[in-house]
């Protein structure tokens, strides 16, 4: 519901910025990320079956990742089925596996 009501107020935002470029160019570098946000949340829920009791709505929401260029499928192995079973525990969860970029944990 936040994310929504953020991304309304930025929407607002663009409608009213009446040459304000500055103004426009945040609203809409905001709203991107606030997109994600949502589909990301939705998506989430979905592969969870946690969004609705009806098993359609949940695998329509679960190919929100799909949109966004990722996979549900492959979201719902990765996450709920290796994730959830081992949260945390090296070498068991995937989430957790060491990119190089991003750091979760001190490397061995």
């Known amino acids: 519901m936040l994310f ?11 409608i009213f910025a009446a040459g304000n470029n ?6 809409f570098a905001l709203m991107g990320f ?3 946000c ?3 949340n939705l998506g989430h829920e979905g ?6 009791n009806s098993k359609i ?15 549900g499928y492959l979201w719902r192995m990765r996450h709920v089925y290796s994730h959830h079973p081992h949260p945390m525990i090296p070498e068991h969860d ?10 979760f ?3 061995k």
Do not use: E, K, R
């Not at 929504?4 to 663009?14: D, E, F, I, M, R």
């Not at 695998?59 to 996979?71: E, H, K, N, P, Q």
């Open 4 to 14: 929504s009501l953020v991304y309304l107020g930025l929407y607002a935002g663009v």
């Open 22 to 27: 500055a103004l426009l160019l945040f609203c």
């Open 34 to 36: 606030i997109q994600i």
């Open 38 to 40: 949502i589909v990301l």
């Open 47 to 52: 592969v969870h079956s946690s969004f609705s």
């Open 57 to 71: 709505v949940n695998s329509v929401f679960a190919y929100t990742f799909d949109l966004i260029g990722s996979s």
């Open 94 to 103: 995937v989430d957790i596996q060491q990119t190089g970029l991003l750091t």
């Open 105 to 107: 944990m001190p490397m």
